[in-house]
């Protein structure tokens, strides 16, 4: 009888393992495909989320838009002006003789801005603030006149060796932050260094009084000034208020930013006028078709992106991430039935009637001619048709912020689809721990088999060489 060789081939462990291991790992493979498809819908509704916002703020704003007051000049050479909600339509006639100014006071001229000025003894300077009363003016210095605190409070610096340059002392009152503004000014002259100060508030109760305390002289012949006594500086410009009179009423301003003259208007003076100007206010029509076209836009956006999020897939095109989601639909109801309720307490009950009207597409397309004549004909009408309790921008800006709170359609449908995410991850990560102990479990049994396999081939060679092969 022959005996005939045979050796059984071995096994290559790494790879039959691998491929047990990728069947083993398809539940796996199916609950991260799970996981992406969650995060991809968070991921959707966080860009739903933004443009709800958006469309709320487009909401808000046209509702806000609608008290805008718009405030035009005859001549914007000589005046601006700005309109709150409180404004009343109407034309003023205006007149300025006299704009506000500051005071102005220049010190006698120095040879350098960086040499020292006396001796540097310690010398305090205060400045006080008041108006200027009688006497007379001549080349900037007053005599006869009288000087009366505002009561405002006195500021001081002090001057010593430290800074007792014209620079040190010009960067002392300006660090000082006291309402006075220091300039050095070069005029050409032999001592040309000039200290020019000014009150930063214009306004008659802003001239200055300044007064030194201490050793230093040269100091006090710099700085000290009283407009009643002692004037080591010129005045150059005189502190003086706005005069204006608004439909022949006589108004008077420290500033040249005039507000309450007319009701919920701020003035804005530039120049006097040698004839009378006229402000209209009005309601700010542009800003409100403005508004409306900018909530269109939101909705347009919004509902485009509701619209295909929420898109069932074809043979030809994917489905959106939402598809078939319930919190989308339910979005889309609520909306709906906000459009479709009629405003109550006006004439005007639907947008249509002041142009703002649904397309076949379903976006709203914004006639801003019809907005300006529904405006024109009865604007209380469009206010109420927008801003009341039941007007659509007070609606629709309200479902926008129950939609965005915390607990509502998209926080709670957002929070659902983190919890199925926590729970398909720790069953991934349990399944994991059971693929790690399946894989050893696989690798030592066939690295076994590999070597009763082994074993049986030198069986196999053994016995081939011990009986040999027969003769035929």
Known sequence: MAITSSTATALDVPTLVSQLMAVERKPIDTLNTQVTDYQAKISSFGTLSSLVSGFQTAAQNLSTSLQKFAATPSDPNVLSATAGSTAVAGTYTMNVSQLAQSQNLIAAGQTSSTAAIGTGTATTITFDFGTISGGTLTNGVYSGATFTSSGSGTKSITIDSTNNTLAGIRDAINAAGMGVSATIVNDGSGTPYRLVLASTSSGVANSLKITTSGGDAAVNNLLAYDPAGVQNLTQTQVAQNANLTVNGIAVTSASNTVSGAIQGVTLTLKNTTLTPASLTVARDTTAINSAASSFVDAYNALA???????????????????????????????????????????????????????????????????????????????????????????????WGQSTLTPGGLIDTRTQSLNDSIKTRNDEIDKLNNRMSALQKQYTTEYTNLNMLLSSMNSTSTYLTQQLGTPTK
Do not use: E
């Not at 929420?310 to 989308?328: I, K, M, R, V």
């Not at 979005?331 to 309720?341: K, P």
């Not at 709203?364 to 300006?372: E, R, Y």
């Open 304 to 398: 485009s992106q509701i619209k295909s999020r929420s898109a069932y897939g074809t043979s030809t095109s994917p489905g959106g991430t939402l598809a078939g989601d319930g919190t989308l639909r339910t979005m889309q109801d609520q909306l709906r039935s906000i459009f479709n309720t009629p405003a109550s307490g006006g004439t005007l009950t639907s947008l249509v009637q002041v142009g703002i009207s649904f397309q076949k597409d379903g976006s709203l397309l914004l006639d801003s001619t019809q907005l300006d004549s529904a405006m024109a004909a009865n604007f209380s009408d469009v206010t109420n048709l927008f801003s009341s309790s039941t007007g659509f921008a007070t609606r629709l800006a309200a």
